[in-house]
């Protein structure tokens, strides 16, 4: 009997895969290969004394600290969010979830402008805060909310699909063995949508170390105190010291790819160990 071959909707594994290699190659293979011919002629030592400085170390800690808290906080509301729009109705439920996704549409620096003005002292939001002593704008905190605002879709659209695929009968065989409804959520449901969730976690803490528009304005730039890591590069880049400026870059490309890797692992383990249980 002859070999019978598979068919898919796209006809042609060889075209298909030549597209997708080409494509991925030029949005992304190459960019990244550039960010090493930029480094072309640069010794080590040039390399780590750029990238061990005592601005760009605090800058790191500044980028790393507030996105690690913002991307946290997110995948806390950003599972609430999901849940509330994937179980509940009520009037404006389609608006609100249209909105999920007004960070993705809106300009960085609009949203950033927006953001500063209205956490700023004289602000609708920060001056209610100022009046305590609490200050928002130019401060980690301004920061963090920025980050949180460009971050939140992430969460909610990975983890919306995966409650809208689980089956309400679960629910109601575990309020059947007499689970409550807190048990019913960390034993039935928080394992299905933990490994979407993480991986909303990972796509926003990727996005919020290098974003740039956003943060820029409400962060105040303040050397050692609100300076974040992507001010130093465009500065480095009006500077004209592509070198320089390609070194943080290259550190924050190892940031978000350690981190990216981190979380697959932790993915597939969670899978594997789901799987193994069936």
Same mark, same amino acid.
């Given at each position: 009997m002859g070999r019978v071959k598979a068919k898919g909707i796209i006809p042609g594994f060889g075209i298909s895969m030549g597209i997708t290699v080409s494509m991925l190659s030029l949005i992304v293979l190459i960019p990244l290969i550039s960010v090493f011919l930029? *480094? &072309?002629? *640069? /010794?080590? @030592?040039?390399?780590?004394h750029v990238i061990t400085d005592k601005q760009l170390v605090s800058a790191y800690k500044i980028s790393l600290g507030c996105s690690a808290l913002a991307a946290s906080i997110n995948a806390v509301f950003g599972v609430l969010l999901a849940w509330i729009l994937t179980r509940y109705q009520?009037? $404006?439920? &389609?608006?609100?979830? $249209?909105?999920?996704?007004?960070?993705?549409?809106?300009? /960085? @620096?609009v949203a950033g402008i927006a953001l500063t003005t209205l956490y700023s002292d004289k602000g609708w939001v920060g001056s209610l805060f100022a009046r305590a002593g609490i200050k928002i704008s130019y401060t980690p905190a301004g920061i963090t909310i920025a980050m949180i605002f460009i971050g939140i879709p992430f969460v909610v659209r990975s983890v919306q699909p995966v409650l809208e695929k689980i089956d309400p009968k679960c629910e109601e065989a575990a309020a059947m063995l007499g689970a409550g409804k807190s048990r019913t959520f960390f034993k039935v449901i928080l394992p299905e949508i933990f490994p979407a969730a993480l991986t909303g976690f990972g796509l926003a803490f990727a996005r919020s170390i290098g974003e740039y528009g956003s943060v820029v304005f409400i962060a105040g730039n303040i050397p050692y105190k609100t300076q974040i890591a992507p001010? !130093?590069?465009?500065?480095?880049?009006?500077?004209f010291n592509y070198a320089a400026a390609t070194s943080i870059a =290259?550190? *924050?490309? !190892?940031? @978000?790819?350690? =981190?990216?890797? $981190? =979380?697959? =692992?932790?993915? @597939? &383990?969670?899978?594997a160990r789901s799987g193994g249980g069936e």
């Open positions: 930029n *480094m &072309r002629g *640069m /010794t080590f @030592a040039e390399f780590w009520f009037p $404006g439920r &389609r608006l609100l979830d $249209g909105f999920i996704e007004l960070p993705f549409a809106l300009p /960085t @620096a001010v !130093l590069i465009v500065s480095k880049l009006e500077q =290259l550190i *924050m490309i !190892l940031f @978000a790819f350690i =981190l990216l890797f $981190g =979380l697959n =692992l932790i993915q @597939a &383990r969670i899978v």
